[in-house]
């Protein structure tokens, strides 16, 4: 099983529709769990941390299931800005410290 | 807020030459730096994990020496690509940590440096 792995896509969407991005971790001790969004050719960019209770900004809902190591996000009202890839991002402390990218589901938004 | 900066952003090279990226945290001091490669419409992976005056720490698969990572101070770290080939042309990112231990991310990337090796 990979250690992060995520919805391949691609998702193609019509503006104002509601897209859900899946992602499964293998590594149970994981600690932070993050969404990050890239655009094309460039550096990633936090889009929000993902919290046990689960948390919502704006148009955009995290959510974070521990028993069964999957973690979602949740667009509404998906707008053209929208467009890019996802990814899910998991970090391990401890000795094996470090931050685990998922490949990226990639998101376009049609007019 | 915190920046970290990257340079060069993009840099085009002949085969066989070195080439050098720096990674400055700009108004923090970072413990722990990541270095990533990302091929094209691939995901980004972790080449090392650098902590300040240590030794970096190399994922599997890396080659250590080709790709050496100096991180002799809180603000910086570096990555040499020696002998760089026509396979090494990817899209390098670092990423800067505050700290480990208290489970929060290394939240801030630079913008990346774009290698070409022709």
């Known amino acids: 099983r990979k250690e992060v792995e995520q919805d391949p896509g691609p998702f193609n969407v019509p503006e104002g529709a509601t897209v859900a991005f899946n992602c499964t971790y293998s590594?149970?001790?994981?600690?932070?769990f993050f969404w990050y969004r890239q655009d094309c050719r460039k550096e990633p960019k936090l889009l929000m941390s993902?919290?046990?209770s689960g948390n919502e900004d704006g148009r955009f809902t995290a959510q974070l299931n521990r028993a069964s190591q999957y973690i979602s996000l949740l667009i509404r009202d998906s707008k053209l800005s929208d467009s890019a890839t996802y990814l899910c991002?998991?970090?391990?402390?401890?000795?094996?410290?470090?931050?685990?990218f998922g490949k990226g589901t990639l998101l376009t938004v049609n007019p | 807020g915190a920046v970290v900066s990257q340079h060069p952003s993009w840099v085009i090279c002949k085969s066989g030459t070195s080439v050098k990226i720096e990674c400055r945290s700009l108004?923090?001091?970072?413990?722990?730096m990541f270095w990533y490669r990302q091929f094209p419409k691939k995901s980004l992976m972790l080449m090392a994990t650098?902590?300040?005056?240590?030794?970096?720490?190399?994922e599997q698969g890396v080659e250590k020496d080709k790709f050496l990572i100096n991180h002799a101070s809180l603000t910086l770290s570096t990555l040499t690509v020696t002998s760089a080939h026509p396979e090494d042309s990817s899209f390098y990112i670092c990423?800067?940590?505050?700290?480990?231990?208290?489970?929060?991310?290394?939240?801030?990337f630079g913008n990346g440096t774009r290698l070409t090796v022709t």
């Open positions: 991002v998991v970090f391990s402390g401890g000795s094996n410290y470090k931050l685990t």
């Open positions: 108004d923090f001091q970072a413990t722990t």
């Open positions: 993902v919290y046990s």
């Open positions: 590594n149970s001790a994981s600690q932070s």
């Open positions: 990423s800067a940590s505050l700290g480990q231990g208290a489970g929060n991310s290394p939240l801030h």
């Open positions: 650098s902590n300040e005056g240590s030794k970096a720490t190399y």
